[in-house]
């Protein structure tokens, strides 16, 4: 683990590699390369690059913003594909949404019950291996203890190749000639550059995008909630059920007024006496933007509050087996389900999920439900299985870059059809796959042959000619 984290190549150092004539990976003296890491100041370690004025930590293949499923995805695809890659991510651990919305499965990973691609079965291969407590798998999805899964991800990233930093932010993108050309992160050290010869952008709010001054979409009007995972433990199943909790919580709504109007339950994992609730808050405090500073933070805070009076009300109830439960932890943050989307080639829309379209240049498709937001009373509708163009992924009009995830080419509700996160991961997987290609034959990405790009995801295990669209195995969320 350590020395992948060393081994990430300086500019500087890949010019005297090139003089040596030595191959891309691995043959950096850790001395070297660890000091960008370990010691000196940003300016102290090289110039800067022309472009930015940020000292150059890295320079690599193809650059993944953000890792979330999409982001898991993008990086393995990549790095499966022989791409030097590296993946930065915001939190100190990797899984997005998956691993900080406690109690969450993660859905459509083998809808049907069948295997969706190399990359799914590689992260359900991982879970499995630490035993039962790890994961459950459902009817199209797995149930995971999240501390599991940020193992397992490591695993598989460390499997394939992936070079990784935790608790790097991309704070802005360098863009040459209408081309991104790499992201300036933030870290301890301050800023930093890592260029690119692709950047994936699965940072969910489309950040990279944003910044380099692409087209984005997003409608304050329409946005969908932001929720707080709450755990809660020391619960006597054979005594309490949630249906008694939910009575307590909704009881006490006039003595704790932040008390949200709509909160579900989620299954509980593997043998424990825990229970874990999505708790829906902020749908009660009007359409809040996640990447407005001010909303962010009216949602975060609010989110604690509401969760507090929620607990509160749990323990003042008459029910002695309620008194008892007790409040083991949140999320570390909202889950965000919504914000800015890129607009690409091709803006898939809730018409394509609900008639199952088909499309030539099809990388992946998309299954479950349209899913506005979770919490009762929101629109949840069985769609089909559809296709995604290339073309969802690729920007309108900038280079360089690619888009995965929840920050793909859609409209608001073409975004809710896709939102779960086996699809998230699959077009990931083929932005990743697109990124790795298009480096090595030294073209854009809007340049590739789909047809080839099909041809790898196949080889992939992704079977892009799903026949049955009707989803008649899809048996619950
Ligand atoms: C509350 C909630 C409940 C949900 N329920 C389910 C469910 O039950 N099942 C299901 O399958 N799906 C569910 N979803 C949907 C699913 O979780 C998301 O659609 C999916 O996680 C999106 O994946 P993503 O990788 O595109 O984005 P995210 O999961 O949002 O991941 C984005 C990643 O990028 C990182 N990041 C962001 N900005 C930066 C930056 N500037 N620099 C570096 N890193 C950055 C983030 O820290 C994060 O790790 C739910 C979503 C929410 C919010």
């Not at 879970?127 to 599991?148: M, P």
Request: a positive charge; proline letters at 4%.
């Amino acid at each position: 683990m350590y020395s992948r984290l060393v081994n990430i190549p300086f500019t500087a150092e890949k010019s005297a590699r090139r003089k040596r004539g030595l191959t891309r990976r691995g043959l950096f003296p850790a001395s070297l390369a660890g000091a960008a890491l370990a010691g000196k100041s940003a300016s102290a370690m090289r110039p800067a690059e022309p472009a930015t004025k940020y000292p150059v930590l890295s320079t690599v293949d193809v650059l993944v913003a953000g890792g979330g499923p999409a982001g898991i995805g993008a990086a393995l695809g990549a790095a499966r594909a022989g791409a030097n890659t590296l993946l930065v991510e915001n939190h100190s651990f990797f899984g997005g949404v998956g691993a900080w919305a406690l109690g969450m499965p993660i859905n459509q990973v083998r809808p049907g019950g069948k295997p969706r691609s190399a990359i799914h079965e590689l992260l359900v291969h991982n879970l499995l291996r630490y035993g039962d407590q790890a994961v459950k798998i459902g009817s199209h999805q797995l149930w995971c203890n999240v501390e599991y899964l940020k193992v397992a991800l490591l695993d598989a990233l460390d499997e394939v190749g992936v070079r990784y930093l935790v608790h790097v932010r991309a704070a802005d993108a360098i863009v040459e000639h209408n081309r991104v050309a790499g992201v300036v992160i933030a870290t301890k050290r301050g800023l930093m550059a890592v260029r690119a010869r692709v950047v994936v952008d699965c940072t969910g709010d489309a950040d990279v995008a944003y910044y380099a001054g692409a087209e984005v979409m997003l409608d304050p009007e329409q946005l969908m909630p932001m929720t707080l995972s709450l755990a809660l433990t020391n619960i006597d199943k054979e005594k309490t059920r949630f249906d008694d909790i939910e009575a307590a919580i909704r009881k006490a709504r006039k003595k704790y007024p932040l008390v949200p109007a709509g909160f579900i339950e989620l299954e509980t994992i593997a043998h424990g006496s825990s229970w874990y609730i999505n708790h829906s808050g902020t749908a009660d405090l009007g359409r809040l933007d996640a990447t407005d500073p001010v909303q962010r933070t009216h949602a975060e805070c609010t989110s604690h509050r509401q969760a507090l009076q929620m607990i509160q009300a749990v323990r003042e109830s008459d029910n002695p087996s309620l008194r008892q439960i007790e409040w083991i932890g949140a999320g570390p943050q909202v889950g965000v389900r919504e914000t800015r989307r890129v607009k690409g080639l091709y803006v898939i829309t809730e018409e394509d999920a609900m008639h199952g379209r088909r499309f030539e240049d099809a990388i992946a498709w998309r299954t479950g439900y349209l899913d506005f937001g979770g919490q009762k009373g929101a629109k949840f509708t069985k769609m089909k299985i559809h296709d995604v163009p290339y073309r969802c992924l690729v920007p309108e009009k900038l280079d360089g870059l690619l888009m995965a995830g929840r920050c793909m080419s859609a409209t608001h509700a073409g975004a809710a059809a896709g939102k779960s996160m086996g699809n998230c991961m699959a077009t990931g997987h083929a932005a990743g796959l697109a990124a790795a290609l298009a480096v090595a034959k030294r073209i854009l990405p809007r340049e590739l042959s789909v047809h080839e790009l099909q041809e790898r995801l196949r080889a992939d295990g992704v079977n892009l000619d799903v026949r049955d669209r009707d989803q008649r195995d899809l048996r619950d969320a």
